[in-house]
């Protein structure tokens, strides 16, 4: 067999044997020089992805602004989605 096939073959393993049969969302903070990056990565079923989408960054965007020790600078933000 394959030596890169069985490498790969037993890192699959090893991430299923991992898995506990739940999906929890994941958050990332990162502090830079320019501002806050906030990463959120969660499950949600495939024809509702768009909406959640846009339900989320409002309802976090809508916090922030409710939040007085933080200011949002500008009127314009930047919502991208890494793939």
């Known amino acids: 067999m394959n030596g890169r096939f ?5 890192e699959i393993k090893r991430k299923m044997d991992l898995f ?6 994941v958050n990332i903070v990162e502090i830079n020089p320019i501002g806050i990056t906030l990463k959120v990565r969660f499950p ?7 909406a959640t989408k ?3 960054n409002r309802q976090v965007l809508q916090r922030f602004r409710d939040e ?4 949002l600078v500008g009127t314009k933000l930047h919502v991208t989605e890494d793939k």
């Open 54 to 56: 846009t339900m989320l």
């Open 44 to 50: 949600v079923y495939y024809t509702e992805g768009t």
């Open 68 to 71: 007085p020790g933080i200011e």
């Open 6 to 10: 069985v490498n790969r073959k037993e």
């Open 20 to 25: 506990d049969g739940k999906v929890n969302p």
